[in-house]
């Protein structure tokens, strides 16, 4: 195996696994190459897309009270840190932080914003971390003097998450960042107009990054998808309370992937993302099942978006 194989064996696996299912369903991960995050990039700034702006106002409004609550020397995690756009307003509030530790799955990209954030930021030990906060977490060992390790998890992106999966996401922070606290942010439950306009924008880049996917595939694993002949699906499912989005097969056709070939029946979907919705009493309790305990909460005056911080005991 080439180290190349190596490198995207995962990727390979999972799309495997997920072409041979019924129904199909991928990781939405796997959106999050060089290409995919850049894509994702321009998504927050859509018209349609509030999430990031609002989630943004919230840190502009109230950064200096969440950094009250980190205390001095604090060691910041960032989860899917991305391009590390909202960490600034809290460097910026905070008290002497110790040390940042953005952790992504996208490598160049990570890379590169940690050295413009480096920049900005000279006074900040920046330590990125290439990996998947869905694995077992590697995160750095504590640093002399450093004071609470507080978790950072912006974007809602929680809600990518079945139930069981955030379940096993909030015990992960009960084990590794005990006496510490997690700051997350989390979409709320709104209008579904407001919902589909932000999944399903005018300019086509939600399709063109949900197609990326399958691009991704044919460039790194030699599948050979034809993306004329998939759509973008978004929706909102309202019982479930959650946005689910899809590649639709327009035609009957078959995928070769690996030496194995796989079949779309016309109209049958690969399953991308959920993009669940919450209520702010909804992700306590959650959190508080997994020995997480409930503090202040931060919310814009629509209230389409909430920060939560969760302390965890020691």
Not at 231 to 250: C, D, G, K, T, V
Request: one cysteine or more.
């Amino acid at each position: 195996m080439t180290a190349s194989e190596s490198e995207h064996l995962p990727f390979m696996q999972d799309m495997q696994a997920a072409l041979a299912h019924s129904p199909k369903s991928i990781s939405p991960k796997y959106f999050y190459d060089q290409a995919g995050s850049a894509l994702f990039d321009q998504i927050c700034e859509l018209p349609e897309y509030y999430p990031t702006r609002t989630e943004l106002s919230i840190l502009k409004s109230h950064a200096t009270d969440m950094a009250r609550y980190m205390g001095d020397n604090a060691d910041i995690v960032e989860f899917g840190a991305g391009s590390l756009q909202k960490i600034r307003y809290l460097l910026n509030a905070a008290a002497k932080p110790a040390r940042y530790v953005p952790m992504d799955i996208s490598g160049a990209h990570l890379q590169a914003a940690s050295t413009e954030l480096q920049a900005e930021f000279p006074h900040v030990h920046i330590q990125p971390v290439v990996g998947d906060y869905t694995q077992p977490w590697l995160l750095p060992a504590p640093l002399p003097g450093q004071g609470r390790r507080v978790a950072f998890f912006p974007g809602s992106t929680i809600g990518n998450f079945s139930p069981a999966q955030a379940h096993a996401f909030f015990r992960n922070c009960a084990e590794h960042l005990r006496g510490g606290a997690l700051l997350i942010g989390v979409d709320l439950i709104k209008s579904p107009a407001v919902l589909h306009d932000a999944y399903n924008d005018a300019q086509g880049i939600t399709a063109a990054f949900n197609l990326n996917l399958l691009e991704r595939a044919n460039r790194e694993l030699g599948s050979d998808f034809d993306l004329t002949q998939f759509a973008h699906s978004a929706f909102y499912n309202a019982p479930w309370q959650r946005i689910e989005m899809h590649l639709l097969s327009l035609q009957s056709q078959t995928v070769h992937l690996g030496g194995k070939v796989y079949h779309f029946e016309q109209g049958e979907t690969l399953h991308t993302e959920y993009s669940h919705k919450f209520t702010l009493a909804g992700v306590q309790q959650a959190a508080q099942s997994a020995g997480l305990q409930s503090g202040a909460f931060w919310t814009d005056p629509q209230q389409y978006f909430g920060l939560l911080w969760l302390n965890i005991p020691p």
